[in-house]
């Protein structure tokens, strides 16, 4: 079974997850989700939308793979990490559709998107680490502390806050709160806007600017999973900035 969909318009590649259900980050999903952005970059896009299924943008981790435990566990946790950087250093812009709600590592992939549009109405965003008995990993903590206010932050990460989109609009878990029904049109809007852009500075930019974050995160992954850090560091002579001289 396909978990997602890619559709490719006007040189914006439209990824949409959907399992049906709550669109959780599964080692088959992520594996998904890694094959399409590979294929985003083969097919030089210009900008990638990554859009959820109605009502949901992503639940997190696939909970029946990480109650299990083991090897596969902390590989899905590691790899769910990777995507997230690997979203934050993207060659062309990224924008989230979060069509509904984004919950533990749902809200951590919505916040390593350069543009965030979300759905009004009774969705919440929320990193529930501390609630469930999870502390918070490094590479989540970097990621959030990058997008939210500081009061925003300790609420999000120490007390597990729900925010409904709102509220997650004014912590900066995202930009811009339309209706449902336009949330993809929207981001898709926005990407198209951003194809204009040169990107071989757009990439400059975003590397330099996050260079600290991308170093905290790479580490964070290291620290947590056993990784070696590979990537810390990475500025605009970076592999990623390469692809983006095309």
């Given at each position: 079974m396909t978990l997602l969909t890619t559709a490719?318009?006007?040189g914006v590649a439209t990824i949409t997850m959907d399992d049906g259900r709550a669109n959780a980050l599964s080692p088959t999903l992520l594996t998904e989700l890694e094959d399409a952005l590979d294929r985003a970059e083969a097919d030089d896009v210009a900008a990638v939308v990554l859009a959820g299924r109605p009502g949901r943008f992503s639940a997190g981790f696939d909970l029946a793979v990480?109650?299990?435990g083991g090897p596969e566990a902390e590989d899905m946790l590691r790899r769910g990490f990777e995507l997230a950087e690997r979203l934050l250093r993207s060659p062309v812009p990224v924008?989230?559709?979060?069509?509904g709600h984004a919950v533990a590592m749902g809200s951590f992939l919505l916040c390593s998107g350069d543009h965030r549009v979300a759905a009004a109405g009774a969705f919440k965003i929320q990193a529930n680490e501390v609630a469930i008995g999870l502390t918070m990993p490094i590479p989540a903590l970097e990621i959030l502390r990058y997008r939210l206010t500081p009061s925003a932050f300790d609420r999000a990460?120490?007390?597990?806050e729900a925010f409904d989109p709102a509220g997650a609009?004014?912590?900066?878990?995202?930009?811009?709160?339309v209706q449902p029904d336009e949330v993809v049109a929207t981001a898709q809007a926005v990407a198209r806007s951003f194809a204009g852009l040169d990107r071989r500075a757009h990439l400059g930019t975003k590397l330099r600017?996050?260079?600290a974050l991308l170093q905290a995160v790479d580490a964070g992954i290291g620290a947590e999973f056993g990784r070696t850090a590979?990537?810390?560091g990475a500025g605009t002579d970076s592999m990623d900035d390469t692809r983006a001289r095309k």
């Open positions: 490719l318009d006007d990480l109650g299990a924008v989230m559709a979060c069509t990460v120490g007390l597990a609009l004014a912590a900066g878990f995202v930009d811009v709160v600017a996050r260079a590979q990537r810390a």
